[in-house]
């Protein structure tokens, strides 16, 4: 599979995911396993160099999820430990926490 295709299927997948449990939305918390881990092993399966580019976007994105999902699922649980796996430094203050200015918004 060519890289930008791994990028776009991983970013979008996150991006749904992050949707889905958005605040102010009924989940069922059953399909997060699963989604969860494939998420997990795209992600690893991005060169680190891949990695290091998208880190500070998908800090925001997965870091949006944990904070929407640990009042649903706890600080503990085992889902919400392999999406911080994914992040590098602090989460996001909440769900809400959309302040980082896009790339294209600076132009």
């Not at 500070?56 to 392999?82: C, F, M």
Request: proline letters at 6%; glycine letters at 6%.
């Amino acid at each position: 599979m060519h890289i930008y295709t791994k990028i776009y299927e991983f970013a979008a997948s996150a991006g749904a995911f992050e949707g889905y449990v958005y605040p102010k939305r009924e989940i069922d918390p059953n399909y997060l396993p699963e989604w969860v881990g494939h998420l997990v092993v795209a992600y690893e399966h991005l060169s680190p160099e891949v990695r290091k580019e998208i880190q500070s976007s998908l800090n925001g994105t997965i870091g949006r999820a944990v904070r929407a999902l640990i009042p649903i699922l706890g600080e503990e649980d085992e889902t919400i430990r392999k999406l911080k796996s994914m992040i590098v430094g602090e989460l996001p203050e909440s769900a809400d926490d959309f302040r980082r200015e896009k790339w294209f918004e600076k132009q």
